[in-house]
Nanobody, 126 residues
Framework: VQLQASGGGLVQAGGSLRLSCAAS????????VGWFRQAPGEERTFVAG????????SYGDSVEGRFTISRDNAKKMVYLQMNSLKPEDTAVYYC????????????????????WGQGTEVTVSS
């Protein structure tokens, strides 16, 4: 099982980035996929998650209205479109997944997720 996150980089405040998460070795359409982030010296926090079918999503309070998560089950890909970026969005972003019987429920708890990617770094300059 592999989750490969990509798309991070350096961007100015107010700019946009799109992160991608490529999955392999798992029944992707049976998995909820989420994005978490961890800034230096801070705990890892939930950013966004999308249900198995893609019809339901959940967002952390700090990114609601600015970030959009989506998935393409045929390509085994999940995307995180990040707009209106702020310096406080600077962190390493990780994609993660877990299998679920629910087609709509999305967990925001990191310990629910058991497959994790390696992370991609996002730096937002002021």
């Amino acid at each position: 099982v592999q989750l490969q996150a990509s798309g991070g980089g350096l961007v100015q405040a107010g700019g946009s980035l799109r992160l991608s998460c490529a999955a392999s070795g798992l029944p992707f359409s049976a998995h909820v996929v989420g994005w978490f982030r961890q800034a230096p010296g801070e705990e890892r926090t939930f950013v966004a998650g999308v249900s198995r079918s893609g019809t339901s999503s959940s967002y952390g309070d700090s990114v609601e209205g600015r970030f959009t998560i989506s998935r393409d089950n045929a390509k085994k890909m999940v995307y995180l479109q990040m707009n209106s970026l702020k310096p406080e969005d600077t962190a390493v972003y990780y994609c993660a997944s877990y299998s679920s019987f629910s087609s709509i429920r999305v967990s925001t708890a990191s310990d629910t997720y058991y497959y994790w990617g390696q992370g991609t770094e996002v730096t937002v300059s002021s």
